[in-house]
């Protein structure tokens, strides 16, 4: 639960108790960033299905983007801006981890993230209502996250990440994959499943992309990597809804 709990606190703004200092705790909590992603999916679907119930549907998914940012701090969001003013910047691999360690967000940062706001809106505009896209989307982005954390390297030993892979074994990863199939065959069915193991299928080439860029990963990488995945999520997720799967 100590673990858990610290899961909750890191990936969202959702108060929780008095966090245990122990760093087993800390490094333990990533196997259930899936679980906390099924909590965010849910709390987004009850909050789409009453914007849906009280707004026009473009003010509705305004609403509910607004609300997807809050409840996860803009966390992900921030190192999605990092990574795009790191690699926007096309200098060396030094350069670009300096760029991306600077507090302040440039000009690349900003286009990346209106534009990845803008689609996410789209998607969410288009996409039916029901618990399937937000709940698939959240938790797929988090076991992706699980996923990239246990199989790529890690650049610093002083970065928010570090320690992260030692709480994971690969029975871990397992049961976080089962938690993550199994919502989404419950919620979206094949369709679902087929969207989920391509956006998985992207994060795996956009963890590498960024290993080639960067010799390694970041805590913004790891940001970058959900963002990322989510977009891809609700992308392929209009795609099987619209050939009908």
């Known amino acids: 639960m100590k673990a858990f709990l610290h899961a909750v606190a890191f990936l969202t703004r959702l108060p929780v108790p008095q966090l245990s200092a122990q760093t087993r705790d800390w490094t333990n909590?990533?196997?259930?960033?899936?679980?906390?992603?099924?909590?965010?999916?849910?709390?987004?679907?009850?909050?789409?299905?009453?914007?849906s119930t009280l707004f026009p549907p473009a003010v509705a998914s305004i609403l509910v983007l607004g609300s997807w940012v809050y409840l996860t701090g803009g966390l992900h969001l921030d190192g999605w801006m990092d990574v795009a003013d790191g690699l926007g910047s096309n200098r060396d691999r030094e350069r670009m981890l300096a760029i991306m360690k600077?507090?302040?967000v440039g000009a690349m940062g900003v286009i990346a993230c209106v534009l990845l706001l803008l689609f996410k809106g789209a998607a969410i505009l288009e996409?039916?209502?029901?618990?399937?896209?937000?709940?698939?989307?959240?938790?797929?982005?988090?076991?992706?996250?699980?996923?990239?954390?246990?199989?790529f390297p890690y650049l610093s030993e002083r970065g928010l990440g570090s320690g992260l892979r030692d709480g994971l074994s690969p029975w871990k990863l397992i049961a976080g994959g089962i938690v993550t199939?199994?919502?989404?065959?419950?919620?979206?069915?094949?369709?679902?499943?087929?969207?989920?193991?391509?956006?998985?299928?992207?994060?795996?080439?956009?963890?590498?992309?960024?290993?080639?860029?960067?010799?390694?990963?970041?805590?913004?990488?790891?940001?970058?990597?959900?963002?990322?995945t989510e977009a891809m999520l609700l992308a392929f997720l209009l795609m099987v809804e619209r050939i009908g799967l």
């Open 181 to 228: 199939v199994g919502v989404t065959a419950w919620l979206a069915g094949i369709g679902g499943l087929i969207a989920f193991g391509a956006a998985l299928a992207g994060a795996w080439l956009l963890a590498r992309f960024l290993v080639s860029k960067l010799g390694g990963l970041t805590g913004d990488c790891y940001g970058t990597v959900v963002e990322g």
């Open 127 to 151: 996409l039916p209502h029901s618990a399937a896209w937000p709940v698939v989307a959240t938790t797929g982005a988090r076991f992706a996250l699980t996923g990239v954390i246990w199989f």
């Open 102 to 104: 600077d507090s302040r």
């Open 29 to 51: 909590s990533v196997a259930y960033y899936p679980v906390v992603g099924v909590i965010l999916g849910l709390m987004l679907w009850g909050i789409a299905w009453l914007a």
